[in-house]
């Protein structure tokens, strides 16, 4: 039988699982509202780095840095949108 601490663990990781999963679904759903040809063009600049729409879902597909910081600001826009609607 599993303690509460190894109970608290699973349940922690399915909900960091299930967070990544909305980000990339989000992500994705954004992208396909872009016309093709602004697919490929920069749309980020982070330090020296720019990134298209596409390479920010490859980012976040690939669960770097950039891409938590898409989720991390996908979050807070959630969070302010939910605020306003109160």
Known sequence: ?????????????????LKKQLIREEVNEWMD???LEKRNEPYLVVG?????????????????????????????GRLELSRRKR
């Open 1 to 17: 039988m599993k303690g509460n601490k190894e109970k608290y663990q699973e349940r922690s990781d399915e909900e960091a699982e």
């Open 48 to 76: 020296t780095e720019s990134f298209t729409p596409k390479q920010l879902v490859d980012e976040v597909e690939k669960d770097t840095e950039i891409g938590r910081m898409v989720g991390k600001t996908l979050d807070k």
């Open 33 to 35: 509202t872009l016309p």
